[in-house]
């Protein structure tokens, strides 16, 4: 028996060690909201070029870039690094475009207490270890940009060229020809290059096939808004707070996100500029950076189209800023403060390499045996065009970035890092995010060193099971993290409508949210869903799908608000498929054709009231069996 002086005894120091608890806790939360002191802008080292040859060249000064030349030179390569935008500082979208809260690519293994985890880890890692967080002072980044490459000697840098493209022999890159700041010519030669620039520029201008915004699913002139981040300063720790307070708002130290109400902003021109939910991020210097502008119908290929829309965001920021201070109580006391050199551009060329990631990719989880990078940021499907609200189509734990999706089909000695990298369109819309890049920065600079020593092209490297393997232990051992996390089969994945979902999912008719539940697939289905449905994949797939879905609904009451019947759903899709056929016979013809399995008929419970799985599966079927496209 526990003595009663025994038992107060433990009481008191429970109490004790609950008030230090207590009041650590009441310090860190105080520490979260103070900023660390604003740093001086350091100046990049001007060194180079001092010669006509180098082991590689990286073209593109944004993170990715940077962190090829690092890990090149770190490989023993002599490298030059060019920037052909104009720039003064390292770091480009982050630093200049003033993107500074970052899509983190954490991993599926987080501890309860401690810093986050993140996948890959290696130069990105030691990069974020520099900045103060989630969010950061673009001053931060640009100095730890500039640290770790003024740390490697075997760095050259010309910044600011007009102009730059490749040096072909055949099909073969070898150099790269510059127009310098000044006016005069030159050329550089070297064993490899790396394109990280941010539209695969050198990668198409040497004849690398791409697909631009999303062609790639039907939709050709459609791409994810630009956006121009803007500055309003006076920010106050106890402001700061506030914005945690806000309903469905959170804080960290160095990040906000939400205010959904900003949405309903009076946009001055809203074809080509709205305003959603805010993303903020902290400066040291009292001032907040945030990402809410869509600006719509900006071209990143065209100089002029850039500078369009960069004018119609430097006119509407100031409104939003004020509409901001009118409408939030906690913005009420700050002010405007400018806007970003450069605009945030998501998404422009999707070049095609030897592998092109997929949705199936991100969907099942999937390693791949040269796999040189991770990624598990959710596929963020931003707005592209006034009317469309944008979409979360799913979050994956985790998947592998193959190798071969940094090597480009058509041209040798070239490789691809960061968003321009071979991904379809919509799982780019995971893969983009700057970390990922970063990653795969590292793994192309060490890749360079693998090709140039064994006298291999990356192509024949990237078909080596033997040199992956051997690429993959250098990576682990400078650093980076490439173990695939064990994760659990998703529940989607064990629903008998998944190889329909599969390709639903893969054509972007359907979206699973943040936490994979939206895709619905024992709810019931309608005829204007499949009508819908069938005009994408007639997009996608015109030869095969040369109709017109339209007429399967006209005269019906409401098709929104009706059952799909097995009757109707194989009416529409013949129609589609340009058949000449009447309701009534549509399922026998659908059927007689083979264009529809015995696996999935037997599968459709009420033949009066499909299911989103049941129409998923028709869908698939038809496209294996008629079309011939698969999802895999």
């Not at 001092?50 to 690092?70: H, L, N, Q, S, W």
């Not at 020593?453 to 993959?472: D, I």
């Amino acid at each position: 028996m526990i003595k009663r002086q025994n038992i107060w005894g433990i009481i008191g120091i429970i109490c004790v060690v609950a008030g230090l608890l207590a009041l650590g806790i009441a310090r860190w939360q105080k520490s979260e909201l103070d900023t660390a002191e604003p740093q001086e802008l350091m100046s990049i080292e001007a060194r180079g070029p001092t010669k006509d040859t180098y082991d590689v060249i990286v073209a593109g000064t944004d993170p990715e870039g940077i962190m090829a030349a690092v890990s090149a030179a770190r490989n023993n390569l002599q490298v030059l690094l060019v920037d052909g935008r104009g720039r003064e500082i390292f770091g480009g979208l982050l630093t200049l475009g003033w993107l500074n809260s970052l899509d983190l690519n954490k991993s599926p293994r987080q501890h309860w207490f401690g810093k986050l985890q993140f996948l890959n880890k290696g130069l990105f890692q030691e990069w974020y270890e520099q900045i103060e967080g989630t969010s950061f002072d673009v001053i931060t980044a640009a100095n730890a940009f500039n640290r770790m490459v003024s740390a490697e000697p075997n760095i050259e840098v010309l910044m600011k060229v007009r102009s730059m493209e490749p040096v072909l022999e055949g099909r073969r890159v070898i150099g790269l020809r510059v127009v310098k700041e000044d006016g005069s010519a030159a050329e550089f030669r070297a064993k490899a290059l790396i394109d990280a620039t941010q539209d695969g520029d050198i990668a198409a201008a040497a004849g690398a096939p791409y697909t631009f915004g999303r062609e790639d699913i039907g939709e050709p002139d459609a791409k994810m808004a630009v956006t121009l981040v803007f500055k309003m300063k006076g920010v106050t720790p106890e402001i700061w707070e506030s914005f945690g307070r806000h309903p469905n708002t959170g804080i960290d130290r160095m990040s906000a996100w939400g205010f959904p109400e900003a949405k309903n902003y009076p946009s001055s021109n809203p074809e080509r500029v709205k305003l959603r939910g805010l993303n903020i991020g902290r400066q040291n210097d009292g001032t907040i950076l945030i990402n809410a502008m869509h600006i719509y119908g900006v071209n990143p290929l065209d100089p002029q189209s850039v500078e369009e829309g960069l004018e119609i965001g430097r006119r509407e920021a100031p409104r939003i800023a004020e509409y901001l201070k009118q409408t939030f109580e906690e913005f009420r006391d700050l002010e405007f403060a400018g806007t970003a050199p450069e605009l945030y551009v998501r998404e422009s060329r999707h070049i095609i390499g030897e592998y092109r990631l997929t949705m199936a990719d991100l969907m099942e989880n999937r390693d791949h045996w040269d796999a040189i990078a991770y990624g598990s940021y959710e596929v963020d499907i931003q707005s592209t065009g006034p009317n469309d609200p944008g979409a979360i189509l799913m979050k994956p734990a985790a998947y592998g970035v193959p190798f071969r999706s940094l090597v480009p089909l058509n041209v040798d000695g070239l490789l691809v890092v960061g968003r321009a990298a071979s991904f379809d369109s919509l799982p780019h819309g995971s893969a983009r995010v700057v970390p990922l890049g970063m990653a795969t920065g590292e793994a192309a600079g060490a890749a360079a060193r693998l090709a140039i020593e064994q006298g291999v092209s990356f192509r024949e490297m990237s078909r080596s099971p033997e040199m992956m393997a051997e690429l993959r232990r250098r990576l682990e051992a400078q650093g980076m993290d490439l173990r695939m996390p064990e994760i659990k089969t998703p529940e989607y994945m064990k629903h008998p409508a998944y190889p329909g979902l599969l390709a639903a999912v893969s054509l972007g008719l359907v979206y699973g949210n943040y936490d994979n539940q939206g895709f619905a697939l024992d709810e019931p289905s309608n005829p204007m869903r499949i009508v819908n449905m069938m005009h994408r994949v007639r997009k996608v797939y015109p030869q095969a799908f040369s109709g017109n879905p339209k007429p399967a609904v006209e005269g019906m009451d409401d098709p929104a608000a009706q059952p799909l019947t097995l009757d109707q759903a194989a009416y529409t899709i013949l129609l589609t498929a340009g058949e000449d056929v009447t309701r009534d016979l549509a399922l026998d013809a659908l059927t007689g054709r083979g264009w529809v399995t015995p696996e999935t008929l037997q599968m459709i419970r009420d033949p009066g009231g499909l299911t989103n799985g049941d129409a998923f599966m028709l869908l698939r079927d038809v496209l294996d069996l008629h079309a011939g496209v698969k999802f895999e």
